[in-house]
């Protein structure tokens, strides 16, 4: 690998930021080299005001200092427990004075030497008011935490995988032929015969190991992680010390990322990386797998699993987007056949229907609306309750899929026996701040006071919206013509998506802010909250418009003589004959395209490079040669100016928006995943780019899931169903059809359907003022479409038996799709194993081999016993348990082994 | 405890058949203990035939043993690749010749041996036929099992629990206080203060624990394990043996119960079991909780998980049955204000009804429905919607509690780090020789045949049922007075209960035998098979009749003048006025308690005496000096008489179906969790007697949770939602009644409802020779519950629009009730943590404590390399890091380490 990683490292050069590397990514011995680094700012003393604030507590600090310098010195290696936490919390709540930083930073790198890590400092750099603070793990402590961290590592023993054989192996050769050009460029992917047995990490375990090479037994990402843990929490035990070293790392340092990079190794590290920017981020092998263990390999398993992740979300919507489309083609074929949109176009069809609104508008033919219904059509046919169907089975496929795709990459990353790290379940270093200030009471009264005010302004921004719509919908009423009425639907659907996507902003700020003020007590609950929230706020925020169409539009009119008015001037608005399903398709595209185009990759490249381009210019007005020095600085300054990682939740945010515009109204946009699957294709490449070259390299971290996002996708599947029940059985007509073709139908035909669902009105019982000006027909009768009881029978206009048992047999649908479909999805996800068969019995066998390992070893340990004392050789022949009696050998307490650093 | 102890041994010592110890749980040497028996049957050569066959194999079973025992000479301590796996089959399926078996059996006791095991064999024993094997497993052997089964173990580390302050700790005396007469007396059920770390046994970090006495380190239950696990797989590696191995076993041994029992810590043992015997096994301690930790000590983590859940289950069925009576309680109180059967029961009242059946029967007047409408609203008011959403979230606080407790057990039992066991994974020998046998192919059509069958078996029965009860119903139809029908349901309910107990039975053979020829890979996926088998037939078996009652009985009726018939000839039968909740009230309430009687108490308890005594009777007949000898008998030799322990299925099966009870139709009868409740307390001491003194003591095993049991819970609360909603909507006239007070009343009030629901007939409609012969009363008009037009409307006899109105209603019940209930159980489950906090903290502080344990020790061992190499010693002061040359300390190999035994 070295020489093709050679030749395409020159390729790379000069293109990704961080592979620019010269030098300085060892320590000054040139030995040493760097795991992790830290940044702080250098400020001078600046203001008056802080200064003379501080020189009180100059005094403070400085004895407080001497006093941990002088345990340091003591050489007692366990943090001190800390005096006083009220001086520390009353230090934190002021201005920190510039040497009060130093000396605490001081005091963080002395705890951090502790710990055993060998620190170098760099305050010279040619950043101008940054210094960095570089790190080196030592061998033995990268051990202790790897056996802490009870990380798995491959061992010596390599054992063989079992190739299936006979025609099963023909066929398995043949398709990876075929499927060859779909596999990336990389050693990597490529199936192997052979697999290191892994085994949980222990210094007394050693010789299971490799370690050859000890430099590279722990790869970078390992080095760098571990030592993130080390600066994050094992430095010390004690809580309240954590608070303060967490208070000094929010102000002073910021993570930067970490190089790891030296001399014997460095083309692997050049391979890596270059490999990852030729085989994945990049838009022209758009085509082919990812080459997911060279991401996790690089990023760690979180990141690896998201892209996993969105590879399988990738991939499971090809044959989703393929039957939408049949769907949609079947649509398209079958609107010249279907009887009711016939009828309503057939040129003998004179049916007068009744004034859309009142005085300006005028009687109008149901010819006008042919085009209207004929587009229906396309999105109203059987074959969408087969598509909705369909893919409430594809989204609990998918989640099975994703489960089994998860054990697998467990497998394949050696975490099947790794628990969450307890890290994440520290308390948060602000909360115990809070705590301490003894203000959390009162936040808890204020968050539920929050958590209702949320509702209202979800709330609000519904009635808002209506009122807005409606007074939209009103001023363009006059001019009926169905035409014009489209384009009224689309500019008022794109006005929506603006509004969609200025509140997508605000909302990820509320939600933000609500969680910050809720004041959860660990990281992971922080995050989990606050995903919690902005994702009940922005999905309400998509999909709030769309269901209004979907439910609400034109269920409240009322009736001709006796509408319904909102702000007793305006009518509500109602949807055209067929349905209101057209405005939903349409408001459904425009609403998804248009995040998907402008927010997805407007925001994602367009900010980043921004931002990039604004930090750049700032620290370029700070020294004016900076041009001419850019060029000799070291890597990690160069990183510097790059993005920092800001977490996946954007990322996933985003997936499952769209995922629940795929599966929430697929009944009524059978192109939806047609569309979500052109996105994908280029979102993982434009994420991958993202990630190699654009931030900093995050610090990888561990993980067995993807955590509370499946949980999400869970619940979005589980509404789809009922949300999709209700689409087809309310908003569009496909069940009143069914009831006249079984139930009133003359001739088990659909004719005569149009004139079945048309009430009729007399036009003398207009209410005064409200008829039509202008009434361009002379006519007796108007029609309007709804179930009522005509004007001449004994009850007229009151609502008639039909719409009762169109009503009955609406609920019925209801009612046996959603538990059809559910009982069908927990079929499916009861007969797909959780664990694919072939993991499970690789896992089994690796358990057996390990076994067999260490009984192999034991034999050895109990031979060279026996060559050890003679004695115990005789025995031996007569006895089918020679191991019986090495009991008596004395027993040599294990305090005393040599251990092996 | 050993004074207590003793005193209580005395009262137990001839009560339990395990306690009578006398001798012979020690080897003959008495210092090496028993820890697992093996019995076998010692034949005599018998008949002609199988001698002649034999002889011809003997040869050839000769030459394998030699070829085994040549290469068991050799000493190769891994088993030898056996060379003709078809031999072995063969053999199979031939009778084993006496020679070949002893021979099997010498092999597998070779077997043993070579993996450290220690046997004595006691073939002279005074149970003729029968020979024991007792297996000790040395302490050597335990400890590299323990390792390898990665058993946590308590390590020397003590930490003190955290004990709440202030108010919380008062308010917590005084709650333990009032239910200190709750707990039972045992000790290890207080709460103590302080806790041992546990730790993943590791013969390299033996140090940390406490091995001062070896013999108990390891308890009873977890030496019998050990050796289970040993005897049942690990005395193999290679496939091939463990098949012979495994059909040695199922026809030459038996497990027999191990006794473990040892002089110096007799009577802790003898502690633990009295204690289970008075504290646990006896009706006198019924309102005390379990002492868990004990029945776990004694019995495995798999048995305790049961009697935990049973417990936890009995205890929330308190609050069930409490909100039960109460709604009884207000039907009760509420029977003389329900203005409907007021108005049945007004003297007023003169409504003529259509007769029940043709010719025989006659008009009759609604006053005399009037016992029955009073009756039908102790079951059919609102109170019951609300008892029935009540039990839904019962059902998920029940569900989350368990999920809690077992979490909560998990942690106390030291199972955190714990996977499931692979043995469990193990291919069944049979599956083995059944893809030896290749007859698997041709097994799996039969089976997709078989399961059809069943289903054709499940639909048979319920039509059955359905003819037969319809012709019980018939005949006894002309005596049509409330009291004698309500005596013919009381007794087709006590008929349908004996159906259901001897189908019960049947239908477990049948899934067992469905089960075995699907020929499932594993143990564990042929148990889960079979219990989901046995599952869904018995609970169909209970609960189709219930169905039927509830949503067939009286829907399908037809009405006067155009009735439906069965047979041309049945009529199909209606039920009484009030609907039908009044008879699925008596149904249920007569299977619960019968099935609980009889099946439980009866079978439970008589059956297995039954079978002691036959046991008993049958050895006796054999060798008549007997009865002397009995009581000179070996434990073991007692024990064998016992039933052994045939799994936790049947328990937990019995216990699911009460809950279907108990959740399923309970709008329809609030009394049911009061009956689970009462049956459950006396079930659970009732288990505990049967464990503690009928069965042979099971080979503990290790499980984190009950599995499968937990998903058909939630399958069952799942369902029972669903149902309930039908149960109100359309077996109750709740609907209706809402219907007319908000849609017809005309004025708000429930006067006029009876009327309401009554629709007219018009005699002289009646078809030909159906008019009754003997009409008491001369009427023209006869009523009908039913929603039709008049006879003088338009289109007479037509369903109305009333009729359509409450349908959709109901509908709409459903679609809502539904919804919000599994809405409010999902928030219910998302509420409550899995992990109580209480326990999630406590791991998290154990997992600090342990690494500052191991860093303490790495100091420890530092400290010690400094002192070794004064040169180490001066660089200290100057740098943080003394602790990175010590790598330069020379690598000793671990290869080499002396080790412990």
Redesign the interface.
Known sequence: PTETGSTMSMSCIGYIGILIICHGLYFQDGERRVDYILTYHIKKPSSSRSNRQSSRFTDNAFTRSLRRGTA?LG?A??PQPRGDPEVASQDHSMDYHVDDKRLHREEFE?NL??M???LEKDEDTKTPGVGFVKIHA????LC?EA??MKLKMPTKKVYEMKQSTGVGAKINTLVNKVTEPLYPNVEDNRTHNVKHLSYMF?R????LFDLSDRDSFFDSKTRASIVSVIVSS?SS?TVDWRLESETIETINYSRLSQFIHENHIRNVFIVDLCLLYEEWASYSVFYKYQPIGLVRKYFGEKIGLYFAWLGLYTQMLIPASLVGVIVFLYGCATVDDNIPSMEICHPKNNITMCPLCDRACSYWKLKEACGTARASHLFDNPATVFFSIFMALWAAMFMEHWKRRQMRLNYEWDLT?F?EE?VS?HPRAEYELRVMQKSLKKEHKTQKVLIGVTFAIVFGVILYRISTKTALHMSNNPTTRSNVRLTVKTTAAIINLVVILILDEVYGAVARWLTVLEVPKTDKSFEERLIFKTFILKFVNAFTPIIYIAFFRGRLVGRPGSYLYVFESYRMEECAHGGCLMELCIQLSITMLGKQLIQNNLFEIGIPKLKKLIRYIKSKRRSFQEEEREKKLQRYETDHFLEPFAGLTPEYMEMIIQFGFVTLFVASFPLAPLFALLNNIIEIRLDAKKFVAELRRPVAARAKDIGIWYNLLRAVAKVAV?INAFVISFTSDFIPRLVYQYMYSPDGSMHGFVNHTLSYFNVSNFQDGKEPMDPQHQVEMCRYKDYREPPWSNTPYVI??EF??V??AR??F??VF??VVMLMSDIVDWLIPDIPKDI?LQI?KE??LM??L???E????IQF?DSMMPCGGKE??NN??P??R??S?P?????T?????
């Open positions: 340091r050489r290696p366990t002395g030497r502790d055993g890590m060998e030592p061998w033995h402590v202790r056996e802490f222990s007394e375990k050693q010789h094992r035990m026996g628990e307890e379940d009922i008639s038996k009762w048992a009503l009955a609920l019925a209801v009612i959603q538990n499970s089994h358990k057996i076994v067999e260490f009984m192999k034991e034999q050895g340990k016993i031996k022949r089918h348990a191991i019986a090495s009991r050998i027993h040599t307490h294990s305090h082994h040599a251990n092996n650093f």
